[in-house]
């Protein structure tokens, strides 16, 4: 099974601050998915990455495949940002991702006071 | 389009009682997959589905049953709840496989006395 660790757990910020989020992972895998999970419960995707780097506004994430680690970035950082931010991969027994399934860190929660 | 919708919203059981959990996606994806989340702990896979008429067990299937009649829905079952099925109950699609972005229902909250 692909083991996934996130780090911190829990993460408090001023606003404007730049923020990193750390994932990193047990065996090698096809992908990589950001998501972020809202107060109300919601999930949604961020980004899905096998190599290098992708950014969506003030969001940016990285994945280092050789040392088998993904960053996610916030900059300027601001209270709507207030979530909880997962990351996922495919599991060992999935290399292939031909199940479709992923196996979920258990979020880093991040709170951004004005 | 809707995207993936569930229902019920909120559901309150007594230990025994049994119920189905609906969940149907409006994208003609492939894949459907049934999570449950709990304090603590990252989601977890009960049961997926890789196409119509096709299921499969995923990390944490017991005590559930899933169905995946039409391709656009995928429902959970509960025949007899337990107290350790309490949670909060995500259904997510994808197009494709692992490398395919997954989207995910609002969720069901799940409270079995």
């Known amino acids: 099974k692909n083991e996934v660790e996130q780090s911190p757990q829990n993460l408090t910020a001023q606003e404007g601050e730049f923020i990193t989020i750390n994932c990193s992972y047990s065996?090698?895998?096809?992908?990589l998915h950001w998501l972020q999970q809202h107060p109300g419960g919601g999930i949604v995707s961020l980004f899905m990455?096998?190599?290098g780097k992708k950014k969506h506004g003030r969001l940016i994430a990285t994945i280092n495949i050789q040392e088998k680690h993904s960053s996610l970035h916030i900059t300027a950082s601001h209270p709507r940002d207030s979530a909880v931010y997962i990351c996922?991969?495919?599991?060992?027994?999935?290399?292939?991702?031909?199940?479709?399934?992923?196996?979920f860190g258990k979020g880093t929660k991040l709170s951004v006071k004005p | 389009n809707a995207g993936v919708t569930q229902t019920p919203k909120f559901r309150v059981l007594k230990t025994g009682q049994s119920m189905t959990l609906l969940c149907a996606q409006d994208?003609?994806?492939?894949?459907m997959y049934w999570y449950r989340q709990d304090p603590g702990m990252g989601l977890r896979l009960i049961h997926y589905s890789v196409g119509e008429g096709t299921t499969a067990k995923g990390e944490v299937p017991d005590g559930y049953n899933v169905s995946r009649l039409k391709k656009q829905n995928f429902l959970l079952g509960l025949e007899s709840a337990a107290p350790s099925q309490t949670s909060v109950y995500f259904c997510a699609s994808s197009r494709v496989r692992s490398r395919d972005t997954q989207y995910f229902g609002p969720g069901t909250r799940l409270t079995v006395l």
């Open positions: 990455l096998s190599s």
């Open positions: 994208m003609n994806h492939e894949y």
């Open positions: 065996v090698g895998i096809s992908a």
């Open positions: 996922a991969v495919p599991p060992r027994m999935n290399y292939g991702g031909s199940q479709g399934n992923l196996i």
